[in-house]
């Protein structure tokens, strides 16, 4: 995605409401940005316990919930990285396949001021390789802006 896209929403976005609703403006506003660049869902997921996570808002189809630790969204939230999957077709077993015509993933973790992860951003298209680090950092400059992570 282009790096502009980012830097637009991130300038537009206001800090406001609690989490929840800053969750779900970054979701609304990355769907609404995204949806035509092959993007095919944003959302987020949370901790729920040790060994599992639950989806908390997201744009637009529906998405599995729990899912286990071992995928892209839980290997970020333990690891504090975010992570760009080019194919998710090599991630063999550790892929949690909610739709079968993803193909590629960005997971991006939400940090609080002492570093821990508390939620992760996920984005999935349907497109190999549409993602790479300037999506990144991209993800993690709206994310400021929203006040979601440090």
């Known amino acids: 995605m282009a790096k502009r896209v980012y830097q637009r929403i991130a300038e537009n976005l206001k800090a406001t409401g609690n989490r929840d609703a800053r969750m779900r403006s970054v979701a609304d506003t990355l769907w609404h940005a995204l949806e ?8 987020f997921y949370l901790p729920d316990g040790p ?26 939230f333990l690891s504090r990285e975010p992570m760009v999957v ?33 939620a992760v951003l996920d984005l999935d298209s ?19 802006a929203a006040d979601l992570t440090t």
Not at 36 to 43: D, I, K, Y
Not at 126 to 144: E, H, I, T, Y
């Open 51 to 76: 060994d599992e996570m639950v989806l908390g808002p997201a744009r637009n189809k529906p998405a599995c919930s729990p899912i286990g630790m071992h995928g892209a969204c839980g290997q970020t």
């Open 86 to 118: 080019r194919d998710v077709r090599d991630l063999g077993a550790n892929y949690v396949a909610c739709d079968p015509r993803d193909l590629a993933e960005c997971v991006v973790p939400c940090l609080d001021e002492n570093g821990q992860c508390w």
């Open 36 to 43: 035509q660049t092959g993007v095919s869902w944003v959302g």
């Open 126 to 144: 349907f497109d190999v390789g549409a993602f790479d680090d300037s999506d990144v950092a991209g993800l993690q400059m709206v994310l400021r």
